[in-house]
T-cell receptor
Framework: DSGVTQTPKHLITATGQRVTLRCSPR?????VYWYQQSLDQGLQFLIQ???????AKGNILERFSAQQFPDLHSELNLSSLELGDSALYFC?????????FGAGTRLSVL | AQSVTQLGSHVSVSEGALVLLRCNYS??????LFWYVQYPNQGLQLLLK??????LVKGINGFEAEFKKSETSFHLTKPSAHMSDAAEYFC????????????FGKGTLLTVNP
């Protein structure tokens, strides 16, 4: 158990809808990272938050947004969903170099 | 920009045989290098890491990797494969600084045959 909790584990929704993925980092970790894993793109970095502030952005679509709350949990919001957004979304937390990953949320857009 | 190339999307070995998974990286600064393992329907688990110091690093489950700057490589090895090693393995690089974002290779699926 990495100590990083992601909910829900599975999410099935329709095109055009909006969903929210939640991540609770390990106790004490200030950084949260979001990654997307898909068959065609592999594992890609989306965005990083550090202590409530956005620290870095990767290949994140404009339809996607994230935030980190005062209690350090983070949410990834995906809107106007398309079939191609179907993927496994991972959250990771760290206090330094090493990132600890949650079990992921599998999103299926039908 | 950093990048990672994993040679071989699928490697098959016999139980007890040597495991060698290849990883080459590109980085504009001294890199931090990682190997993660992903079992079916699970998240990523850190196997081992190189940050600074000794270039031969040992990880969990008998795995080790050697950082070779001249070859820009960080290959993962295990002397004797076990059935439980069957999984997907990802090599990743981070450039550090204020953002430790990981850039991953495309992964290598390891199959262990009895």
């Amino acid at each position: 158990d990495s100590g990083v909790t992601q909910t829900p584990k599975h999410l099935i929704t329709a095109t055009g809808q909006r969903v929210t993925l939640r991540c609770s980092p390990r106790s004490g970790d200030l950084s949260v990272y979001w990654y997307q894993q898909s068959l065609d793109q592999g594992l890609q970095f989306l965005i990083q938050y550090y202590n409530g502030e956005e620290r870095a952005k990767g290949n994140i679509l404009e339809r996607f947004s994230a935030q980190q709350f005062p209690d350090l949990h983070s949410e990834l919001n995906l809107s106007s969903l398309e079939l191609g957004d179907s993927a496994l979304y991972f959250c990771a937390s760290s206090e330094g170099v090493i990132q600890y990953f949650g079990a992921g949320t599998r999103l299926s857009v039908l | 920009a950093q990048s990672v190339t994993q040679l071989g999307s699928h490697v098959s070995v016999s139980e007890g045989a040597l495991v060698l998974l290849r990883c080459n990286y590109s980085s504009s600064v001294p890199p931090y290098l990682f190997w993660y393992v992903q079992y079916p329907n699970q998240g990523l688990q850190l196997l081992l890491k190189y940050t600074t110091g000794a270039t031969l690093v040992k990880g969990i489950n008998g795995f080790e990797a050697e950082f070779k700057k001249s070859e820009t490589s960080f290959h993962l090895t295990k002397p004797s494969a076990h059935m439980s090693d069957a999984a997907e393995y990802f090599c990743a690089v981070s450039e550090g600084g204020s953002n430790y974002k990981l850039t991953f290779g495309k992964g290598t699926l390891l199959t262990v045959n009895p």
